[in-house]
């Protein structure tokens, strides 16, 4: 069915729709438990305040814009919450003591989809810790993070972190912007020899990527100058707070869609999940009147969670026949069925997808294989 709806957008029907909304209030139940209260903004806004609150963000290029009959001016669809949130911390709750723990969830917009990541219309679910970045904030923000993955059924995270602006840091004023750019590019791509033409010293970086605790030793090897001594204990810290609940792995140089995340970053795995299913990191909020301010928070991707089956659950239905009273329904509704009633004397179980039928006055199985949906 195609050209029902433009490319990279999708519906999501039963029993899907009802997962995600099961996976969310998951997420955000957790997050709940460790103090993150939501917020919720708007889908658009004004172009120009969405890609000016967060430092280093590199202006709205994956949003979609489009210019506002009522204001004037040119609005854009959030690609992204974090600087909504941002948006919200610095300004209306800009006087909220610190820090801030808010959570949100909602649809996001591409304006362009890739090979990754064939979605353009998708669903942000996320949490951010406004006014630090420490590694105390970051553990707390890793540990709601797995544990948010964990309550909705997802097995086998792996997390990956890495270290965002490593580069400028250890370029010092070394190397031009243009030789910065290149390299950065040509880490990136994790080209050896493009990167030994520009800079060897940052061969040992590519090299080092791989399981956390040998990255972490080969990056302390070839750290002669200590640069990377409190980043590296940083990282180490938070990695002891969830060792053995996900995979750990280090790939210091990874830098595709941490355009915004400062010292600290991480990407978010699960087996048999194609793809990333969370993202996040350690940011600068821009005030308005230039002050700077510091937070740490993760965002999920409900899409590729929910295609692979995951927090589905099982159907289970209960048809009650056609004439059924009112108030037996009631009843089974408050022991926690799912009623499903017969609004005429033909309709049948299989046609509503039961898996059971009130018979007698109790809910009975219906046998295999018609229960399937
Ligand atoms: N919103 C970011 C992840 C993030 C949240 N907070 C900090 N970083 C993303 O989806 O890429």
New binding site residues.
């Given amino acids: 069915m195609s050209g029902l709806l433009p490319e990279g957008f999708h519906d999501r029907l039963p029993p899907a729709a009802d997962a995600a909304t099961r996976l969310e209030s998951h997420v955000l139940g957790v997050a709940r438990g460790y103090g993150y209260e939501q917020v919720d903004p708007p889908l658009a806004e004004f172009a120009d305040e969405l890609s000016a609150r967060l430092k280093a963000a590199g202006g709205l290029r994956d949003a979609v814009r489009f210019v506002d009959p009522v204001s004037q001016r040119t609005l854009a669809i959030r690609p992204?919450?974090?600087a909504q949130i941002g948006r919200i911390a610095a300004t209306r709750m800009g006087h909220h003591p610190r820090p801030v723990r808010l959570s949100y969830a909602g649809p996001v917009m591409k304006l362009a989809a890739s090979e990754l990541d064939p979605l353009r219309a998708t669903r942000?679910i996320?949490a951010?810790l406004i006014g630090l970045d420490t590694v105390a904030a970051a553990t707390e923000v890793v540990r709601v993070a797995i544990e948010a993955l964990r309550a909705t059924g997802v097995e086998g995270i792996a997390l990956d972190f890495t270290l965002p602006d490593l580069v400028d840091c250890l370029a010092g004023d070394s190397l031009t912007p243009a030789q910065l750019a290149t390299l950065r590019d040509r880490l990136d791509a994790k080209d050896a020899a493009g990167v030994a033409a520009i800079a060897p010293r940052y061969l040992p970086l590519i090299e080092a990527a791989g399981p956390f605790d040998a990255a972490i030793e080969r990056l302390r090897a070839s750290d002669a100058g200590k640069a990377l001594a409190t980043r590296l204990d940083g990282l180490v810290e938070i990695a002891a707070s969830i060792r053995g609940q996900a995979a750990l792995t280090l790939d210091p140089t990874e830098r595709h869609?941490f355009e915004y995340?400062s010292w600290l970053g991480f990407s978010l795995f699960a087996k048999g999940v194609r793809g990333e299913i969370g993202?996040?990191?350690t940011?600068t909020i821009l005030h308005g009147n230039g002050r700077e301010e510091a937070a740490?928070?993760?965002?999920l991707y409900a899409d590729p969670i929910l295609d692979a089956g995951i927090g589905a659950g099982a159907r289970r239905r209960l048809f009650l026949p056609f004439g059924t009273p009112a108030g037996i329904g009631a009843k089974l509704r408050e022991e926690g069925w799912v009623t499903v009633a017969a609004l005429e004397a033909d309709d049948t179980p299989e046609a509503q997808l039961c898996t059971h039928v009130l018979r007698d006055g109790a809910p009975q199985t219906i046998q295999a294989g018609l229960a399937a949906n």
Wanted: glycine share 32%.
């Fill in positions: 992204d919450l974090t942000q996320g951010e869609g995340q993202r996040g990191g940011y740490v928070g993760f965002s």
